[in-house]
């Protein structure tokens, strides 16, 4: 599994989360899933991630196509610099 994988899943898990938890435990819950789309935005924004820098910690890859010169795998070296 890539990074950019494990983040989505992540940050699925953890508004899905907050939601449920917010109708069933407390409605400040909600702000979880709050939390989790504003990191989305600013990492959109600024490139920084803390869930990327702990998946890589982790062992996982970058991104699928590493291996194959292209970051989408059609050849293009579209890859972040």
Known sequence: ???DNAIRVLAGTL???GVVLSRVAHPNWILLSAFVGAN???SAFTGFCPAEIVFRRLGFTRDAGAGSGGGCGSGCDC???
């Open 1 to 3: 599994m890539t990074t």
């Open 15 to 17: 508004t899905l989360t």
């Open 40 to 42: 989305l935005i600013q």
């Open 79 to 81: 890859r972040p610099k």
